[in-house]
């Protein structure tokens, strides 16, 4: 296992000390990250003391350590998963190649701009959470928003670690455009559509951690077969952060739910709102809404960037070991199209046999489309055992899309065809309005601060973090 440095002001498994002028650029960029930080980061908070934990070695039996720390000086550091001896690229036309440490000088365009794009993600979510915590359900909860924006933090590190260490000028450049741009600023916005949407109240968060940081997860499972290595060993450590991220959201929604249950079922008409709690068809549409705007980051469904990325081997398949064919030279991908016609209607359909590479898009997609199914199945299980009869459901990729082959159309929740007409009488049935947004956070307007108390519109969490109670006081409030 390679040496872990916790001494230096950059913590690092990467002997940073042995490369002075790396050590040196990076010195210079963490002061601009700490500005960047404490203009962008939780506003309210950034004197409190907050359990959490940090990252320390990819040592799998205690990778991380827990103690409270005011987020100012958590210690975000540079941590590479282990070096594979003799590791071997595994798909695309460099496919039984050895892995390159170095990148190869044809690619470089192409790698800088996938490690841009992933790392401009990271400082955008932190952008986006920055006020949610002044309307907090609980203590427990505050502390877990917490850990995702400092983790999202050090992704941008991992980030900028590689663009310092790899991509010479371009790559110090593109490190400080990071710390530029910002989430919904219509000057100088992040670089994908979801990280530029608003994320105002608590419920957004969940959908946010469950849907948009599991697109993460797939970019970095696809990220993790690069031939590029360094790439690969990054991304493989951040998996294990992210999956966190997901935690947070999938139990954040299922708490949601179990506790609109609870609410529905004291009342006589069976009204969740009556009782202060989210009503079901109001998740149904912050779920459509994070569910498709999470879609459009992967892509377009037919990609000849998706193609060039596989066939360099910059860029796989998530566990691309599952997968037969490594080159999937010859294999196609049939996939339904939509004709436009005037005025933005769908005047029909053709089929297209997408040769295979250039379908990676919509593969990946599928990946993440199954897997956010389980969680909403998970979700279902809680509201029949409570014996109603909704149904939270995933709307049809088609739905509400701004991306690919389906943007400037319009579809209902099943994929049906819309005019345009139809879709402005329908769309507040399916997408939060204005006053839900306003319902919504009128629940959340007075945030939660004692250890020992909940939010009415959410459930207790089955236990606490680390084998600490729930009623741990996970953040120490300063003054
Ligand atoms: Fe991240
Ligand atoms: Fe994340």
New binding site residues.
Partial sequence: MSAVINSERIPNNVDLASDKKLQRALEAWQPKFLDWWRETGPEGFQADDIYLRTAISVDHEGWAHFDYVKMPEYRWGIFLADRVPDRKIGFGDHLGEPAWQEVPGELRNMLRRLVVTQGDTEPA?VEQQRLLGQSCPSVYDLRNLFQ?NV??GR?LWAMVYLLHSHFGRDGREEAEALLERRSGDPDKPRILGAFNEPCTNWLSFFMFTYFT?RD?KYQLLALAESGFDPLSRTTRFMLTE?AH?MFVGETGLLRVVQRTCELMKRNKNEDARAEGGVDLPTMQKYLNLWYSLSLDLFGGEISSNAASFFASSVKGRAKEESYEDHRAIDGVYPIEVPVAAAGGAVAGWRREEVPLRNAMNEVLRDEYVSDSQRGIDKMNRVIEEAGVPFRLRLPSRRFHRSSGIYAGLHFDVDGNPLSKEAWERQRDAWLPTASDEAYVKSLMEKPVFDPKQMANWIAAPAKGLKGKPVDFEYVRRSG
Wanted: cysteine-free; aromatic content about 0%; proline content about 0%.
């Fill in positions: 979510s995702v983790e999202e992704h940081d993460g992210e991220h």
